[in-house]
């Protein structure tokens, strides 16, 4: 018997003002997030002149990505005002745009940016790839996207409502993710799966429960990602370009 899910307003959840404790959570998150973005980035990072993220948030994560050397020119968009929640501490002096979209369509001209992401919104979005191929089109270089990989072994349904709550209605595996992204017109050229850091393990409990939490996870990750992955959630980031067959196909 399949269960019945309790379907609120979309994304209600990140409506109004953050406090301080979600705040933090936030920051200590895009730590995480950008340190992702510039591992598979590499030596490339250093091309990269202007950025822009789909989903922006408090603007956390761009602020990391500025404040470790990830771009130069820093442009942020959401569905509800950045200007609401914004927690930018440690950025480096650099511009920073921010503004609000329609979630729809991305308003800047095609091949507008040299690294275009989306850090944990795909699970979001009601038509994940035509969001996607809004991400490739106004990339001129690069794009980033990353999703909490929920679909595994031990998920239960009380696990699924649970992120549902917090507006995720998208859920995956590394292949599914990868599939979804193939399939919107993008090649993947750089793939990680990953654990939380330390910090953020311990961020809702003891700092030795969050240790122990995190040397379990770590364990099952360097036995084999496809292992670890079937027993429990990681996140999995996959950076990308633009699929120039595939967009040559659409265009005839």
């Not at 019945?4 to 998150?29: I, K, L, M």
């Not at 850090?119 to 089109?137: C, I």
Request: glycine letters at 10%; proline letters at 3%.
């Amino acid at each position: 018997m399949t269960m019945e899910f309790s379907v609120g307003q979309h994304n209600a959840h990140y409506e109004g003002v953050y406090s301080a404790h979600e705040r933090d959570w936030r920051r200590v998150c895009a730590v995480d997030k950008a340190d992702h973005i510039a591992g598979l980035l590499g030596a490339s990072a250093a091309a990269v002149g202007n950025v822009l993220e789909v989903g922006c948030g408090t603007g956390a994560v761009l602020a990391r990505l500025s404040a470790i050397g990830v771009g130069r020119d820093f442009t942020g968009i959401d569905v509800i005002d950045p200007a609401t929640n914004l927690e930018t501490d440690g950025a480096a002096a650099a511009p920073f745009h921010w503004s609000i979209y329609d979630g729809a369509t991305i308003p800047f001209t095609d091949g507008s940016f040299d690294l275009v992401y989306a850090s944990h919104v795909l699970e979001h979005v009601p038509e994940p790839r035509a969001f996607l191929r809004e991400l490739a089109r106004v990339a001129r270089g690069f794009v980033y996207v990353e999703v909490p990989c929920e679909l595994h072994a031990r998920t239960s349904g009380r696990a699924l409502q649970s992120t549902l709550d917090i507006g995720h209605i998208n859920f995956y595996t590394p292949d599914t993710f990868r599939l979804v992204l193939e399939t919107a017109g993008l090649a993947v050229t750089g793939f990680g799966i990953y654990d939380h850091s330390l910090a953020v393990h311990g961020f809702h409990s003891s700092q030795a429960r969050g240790l122990a939490k995190s040397i379990v996870r770590k364990t099952l990750l360097a036995l084999g990602p496809g292992f670890a992955t079937r027993l429990a959630t990681y996140h999995c980031g996959a950076l990308c370009r633009r699929d120039a067959a595939a967009a040559l196909a659409r265009d005839r």
